[in-house]
């Protein structure tokens, strides 16, 4: 181990250093991807788009770069990946938030099931991301309140706010921002617990450019107040922080178990669908892993944060 130090200045929280290595298209259009699969989480209540993008493998990265940008080293910062995910992201919620809504809607328990499934598989993403030299089992005493936490956040639910003002929607974007970058709390289920989520999403259909705009400036606000923190957690505190993010995953399963309310009906369907959703993260952990294994090994410890 080198004994060199690190200036505090540059030094990351995240795995994003993996080997430089030549990229083509099929990269790039991967990174799109991955951005619209983040959108698409942001608008279902229960699904944080901060687990889809632990899922996807760029979780790290994006919070680096987005840290990078609020310290103002332009120089560093990778506006290529930042671009495509941004617009990945914008893309699946202007193309995607009425088909999504109504699939929400109409068909919850196949939705819910799908989802159910997605999560439950990537619980192991945050687990398989900490430090395993110095991870004990002490860590349970966090992952256990990080379940309980999400457990109860996922219960509150709030009527429908009618025309809401401007100032709630900008604050209730802050707030709902910092959900997106945490994995296990979803920015659409805060919406949905304040009574904005319906409203806001009618606005996006719609196109309501002044709900819209006004949306992404406390989205914005919330990023910057928030990015800072997160980066700085997982940089000295990163075991008990991803121990945490666990907890919070596993917590917010109630959100999305399909018969909250009633006795289970269409079990084969739904159950299949959870099947689906484990198989879909199941994939793209294969692949992100598979990636990995073609990374020289010295490189890959050159590029440990821990």
């Not at 259009?29 to 983040?38: C, E, K, S, V």
């Amino acid at each position: 181990m080198s004994a060199d130090p690190q200036p505090p200045s540059t030094e990351s929280p995240t795995e994003y250093q993996h080997p430089k290595r030549k990229r083509n298209f099929l990269d790039y259009l991967f990174d799109a991807f991955r951005g619209f699969l983040i959108g698409l989480a942001e608008l279902v209540p229960g699904i944080s788009g901060g687990t889809v993008a632990l899922i996807v493998g760029i979780y790290e990265k994006a919070l680096h770069n987005a840290d990078l940008l609020m310290r103002r080293k332009f120089r560093e910062i990778d506006w290529l990946f930042l671009c495509l995910v941004g617009g990945g992201m914008v893309l699946a919620i202007f193309t995607m938030s009425t088909v999504m809504h109504n699939f929400v809607t109409n068909y919850p328990e196949m939705s819910n099931g799908l989802f159910l499934g997605m999560v439950a598989v990537s619980i192991i993403v945050p687990i398989g991301m900490m430090n395993r030299r110095t991870a004990t089992w002490k860590l349970l005493f966090l992952f256990i309140p990080g379940v309980i936490v999400g457990f109860v956040a996922t219960g509150f639910t709030s009527g429908v706010v009618e025309n809401p003002t401007l100032i709630a929607i900008f604050f209730a974007a802050m707030v709902a921002v910092c959900a997106l970058m945490i994995p296990g709390l979803s920015g659409s289920f805060v919406l949905l617990a304040l009574g904005l989520y319906q409203p806001i999403m009618g606005s996006l259909s719609d196109r309501e450019w002044d709900v819209i705009i006004v949306f992404i400036l406390g989205a914005l606000t919330g990023v910057v107040a928030f990015v800072r923190v997160l980066s700085w957690l997982l940089e000295k505190h990163r075991n008990v922080t991803l121990a945490l993010m666990a907890g919070l995953m596993v917590g917010s399963l109630r959100a999305l178990w399909p018969w909250p309310d009633s006795e289970p009906t269409n079990v084969g369907p739904v159950v299949a669908m959870m099947v689906l959703g484990a198989l879909i993260v199941a994939a793209f952990l294969a692949v992100d892993r598979f990636k990995q294994s073609k990374t020289p090994s010295a490189e890959v410890s050159a590029s440990d944060p821990s």
